[in-house]
């Protein structure tokens, strides 16, 4: 990682990894910012947390983002909920949280609707 540029995570959501980020390698973005891929634990990451849960992953990517220096995080289907979770947690730094894919409706399947009210 370059410290002159930000970092910005990219999280998939349930039943993907971090590898439908890739693409973004290829962009503008990734000359101006350092893209941290993250696969949270039960979706790609090969840690795994005593107790899952959206908490518990919501702590996990808090976590992330204060060792990594970030303030931006780019997400997909139920990891805005994740994100939005680690962005209301106290000392948090994250500033921004994009959601991709839409599940940002009430009723979506994975009630996802609370990172839009984020």
Request: some cysteine; glycine content about 6%; hydrophobic content about 40%.
């Amino acid at each position: 990682m370059t410290p002159e540029r930000p970092n910005i995570i990219c999280i998939a959501g349930f039943g993907d990894n971090s590898s439908m980020f890739e693409p973004l390698r290829d962009t503008r973005l990734a000359l101006r910012c350092n893209l941290i891929l993250l696969d949270l634990p039960g979706f790609g990451h090969t840690a795994q947390l005593e107790h899952t849960s959206l908490q518990a992953l919501g702590q996990f990517v808090h976590e992330r983002a204060l060792q990594d220096n970030v303030q931006v995080i780019i997400t997909h289907s139920v990891a805005s909920i994740v994100a939005s979770m680690a962005a209301t947690r106290p000392q948090n730094i994250v500033t921004t949280v994009f959601s991709l894919e839409g599940n940002l409706t009430e009723a979506d399947a994975y009630f996802s609707g609370s990172a839009a009210e984020y």
